[in-house]
């Protein structure tokens, strides 16, 4: 099954649904082959920095539902997922790189002790990092854009996420500063950070 879709901004992009069966749930997964400007996303294939963005908001629309996204003031896509916000830029123009990242905590000073337990954080968690920068921890991820797939995305945005509402509180309560999501429980019912869907557009 294929769907166009064409905007001002951007070129046709058909989408290709191929459905085929996972082990993961007994449930059934869609593939997507999107077509940029008349060719196909594959793997390992070289794509340009506009190709990136328009296979980035494809994934985004997929992932939240919604019929279209939008670039935030700084150029980047936010999303929410629970009570966790992270966004999803494009950088690079001869190779790009799709960075998925939160802002764990705002307004803290990088004092050698949070240096230090940064860096424990770092050796810790896998496929992410943790740094501080301008008054600011943040964790990251990147993947790069011709290795980008469904799959690929939704784990760098799920993990994003999860390590952020996993280390977040800690380190607002050891080194101060600011939360940049909301401290209430997530409501019952609400998906787990490993399940379908990753997050909503704000």
Not at 17 to 32: D, E, M, Q, Y
Not at 145 to 165: H, K
């Amino acid at each position: 099954m294929s769907m166009a879709a064409s905007t001002d901004m951007h070129p046709v992009i058909t989408v290709t649904l191929r459905v085929r069966r996972t082990n993961r749930h007994n449930s059934l997964s869609l593939c997507l082959d999107v077509l940029l400007n008349g060719r196909h996303h594959q793997i390992g294939s070289p794509v340009r920095a506009d190709q990136a963005r328009a296979y980035v908001e494809s994934l985004l629309e997929r992932l939240t539902g919604s019929e279209k996204v939008v670039t935030d003031d700084d150029g980047d896509y936010p999303v929410q997922f629970r009570n966790c916000h992270y966004y999803v830029r494009v950088i690079g123009n001869d190779t790009p790189v799709v960075q998925v990242f939160s802002v764990a905590v705002a307004d803290l000073e990088a004092t050698p002790e949070l240096l230090t337990d940064l860096n424990a954080l770092n050796t810790d968690i896998g496929f992410a990092r943790a740094f501080h920068v301008r008054g600011q921890v943040l964790i990251e991820t990147d993947v790069l854009a011709e290795a980008l797939d469904p799959a690929g995305f939704e784990n760098a945005c799920n993990c994003v996420a999860s390590i952020t509402l996993n280390v977040a509180p800690s380190l607002a309560a050891r080194f101060g500063g600011r939360l940049t999501f909301a401290d209430d429980p997530a409501p019952a019912g609400a998906p787990a950070p490993d399940s379908f869907p990753t997050g909503q557009y704000l």
